[in-house]
């Protein structure tokens, strides 16, 4: 499946080149979210999985004997190889057979000569640093990749001009020397630009790279749309570079995590009501916390599918929400589901996604938000202080943070009984039952690890020790007693 997604996505970029048009240069975008997707759901499900250790704990799965596998293996077969009918391509060959077709006597390719006189492919590899601008040469996105490449030095500069990045490069006055002389001229922009760029990272060292910047044009091939980045990185040190390469693979693996738990648990937890009692108490629409106020600027952190962000902007009381999540998938899925009140701007009331690490909330303002919410997610932040610091930042005076999340000693089987219980009162189980069983292993294998980290007493401590002095609300009985909330102010 990856090498045929790999095929297709050299197809679409050779088409680009030859005739230069954006719709199939910007598919490329779309293209890498869905392959990412696909790649990472069919490592993570296709692999018969016998045992996974995580320090003294052990779990034993075997996903061959789920119905979740079953149904993945059905998709799979829908997508093998087509064979096309020999009496349509026949036809299609007469056709094309007195036309003047570019390349068709060029000869077979081969991989072990041809290849040579390509030095970098533009393909979107998810190893290879790569962010995206505008035409204004102003920044649009990037990539896990060039993230950690870069250390976060390209988040929260989404449309600013990407001139505030390079300022962080090694070699900026040569940067910005080469960038005035190579795009000075608006009627003479190259159609690939090679620069060589070196950066200082703290973990890996000396990080030096070939960038090449490629032109993306209109549909008709004449206005220019943007430009793709494409970082080839070289570590002088081989150690460095295997280390960096085993970080990303790390990272990678953890927002393939998040991507396929998303449609699963977003399938499942709406319909319980011990999911909805949490949402109701972190709202405050029952137990001991305020009300959202009316018209409240809010921060809705790890967003993922957009069940806060929903609530708050559906009950069409004048709020505007800001939600924050890093995993395009359930941006996607929060999008989709908070169509009608989707904003470009903080004018009005509305929702507005935010691709973004919550640990790092630089380019949002300081002092602007009445609200910051992180359900379910502060458990997940490898540096769970230093986003709270980031979240005090951003709250005005009086502006109140509400956490909620697991508990040293949640007892995942009494949660996922009532969830079971929950779904058979409305029926829905059996309906469920694969991606009941889906959020029930990913739990067990994966999120473990994470769960029993803090009690009540350490969230208070980091609260404090993020700058927040009085702690609003605290309750130890949500989620069939096996999460926690906690509110503070600021």
Not at 104 to 109: K, L, P
Not at 171 to 179: A, F
Not at 223 to 246: A, T
């Amino acid at each position: 499946m990856a090498i045929g997604a790999l095929m297709m996505l050299a197809v679409i970029l050779l088409l680009a080149f030859v005739k230069g048009t954006s719709e199939i240069l910007l598919s490329i975008i779309a293209f890498l979210g869905v392959s990412a997707v696909v790649i990472g759901a069919g490592m993570a499900l296709g692999w018969r999985i016998s045992k996974a250790s995580f320090g003294a704990k052990e779990a034993q799965i075997t996903f061959d004997d789920h119905q979740y596998y079953e149904e993945s293996a059905a998709i799979a077969d829908l997508t093998t190889k087509k064979v096309l009918d020999e009496e349509v391509e026949e036809d299609r060959r007469n056709y094309a057979a007195d036309k003047n077709v570019p390349g068709r006597n060029a000869g077979a390719f081969d991989i072990l000569r041809d290849r040579l006189h390509f030095r970098s492919f533009p393909i979107g590899h998810r190893m290879a640093p790569m962010y995206l601008l505008d035409k204004n040469f102003r920044v649009v996105d990037w990539n896990l990749a060039f993230s950690l490449a870069f250390e976060h030095t390209m988040e929260g500069r989404r449309g600013v001009s990407v001139l505030e990045w390079t300022y962080y490069l090694d070699n900026y006055e040569e940067v910005l020397d080469h960038g005035v002389a190579a795009f000075s001229d608006p009627e003479n922009f190259p159609d690939v630009d090679v620069e060589n760029i070196r950066y200082m990272n703290d973990r890996y060292g000396v990080v030096e790279a070939v960038k090449r910047a490629y032109k993306i044009r209109d549909d008709n091939g004449i206005d220019i749309l943007g430009w793709l980045i494409i970082m080839e990185l070289s570590f002088p040190e081989i150690p460095k570079r295997l280390q960096f390469n085993e970080d990303l693979i790390r990272l990678l693996g953890v927002d393939d995590l998040w991507t396929e738990y998303a449609a699963s648990y977003d399938r499942l937890l709406p319909r319980t009501s011990v999911y909805n009692e949490l949402l109701d108490e972190m709202l405050g629409a029952t137990g001991g916390l305020d009300e959202i106020a009316d018209g409240a600027r809010v921060l809705d952190l790890g967003a993922g599918t957009g069940n806060i962000s929903y609530r708050l902007a559906s009950e069409a009381k004048g709020r505007m929400i800001i939600a924050v999540d890093n995993n395009t998938a359930m941006l996607e899925i929060l999008k989709a589901k908070c169509t009608a009140h989707l904003r470009e701007d903080d004018e009005h009331a509305g929702v507005i996604p935010i691709k973004q690490d919550i640990t790092t909330l630089f380019g949002i303002q300081e002092q602007s938000f009445d609200y910051a919410i992180l359900n379910n997610v502060l458990y997940s932040v490898s540096d769970p202080v230093s986003c709270l610091k980031e979240t005090f930042n951003v709250l005005r005076p009086g502006g109140e943070i509400r956490i909620s999340g697991p508990k040293k000693d949640t007892d995942l089987d009494a949660l996922f009984d009532r969830i079971k219980s929950d779904l058979k009162a409305v029926g829905l189980y059996d309906k469920l039952k694969r991606d009941f069983d889906h959020v029930l292993a990913i739990n067990n294998l994966r999120l473990t690890p994470f769960l029993h980290r803090w009690d009540m007493n350490d969230l208070e401590k980091m609260l404090e020790d993020a700058g927040f002095s009085e702690i609003t609300y605290r309750s130890e009985d949500v989620y069939a007693g096996q999460a926690q909330i906690i509110g503070a102010r600021k």
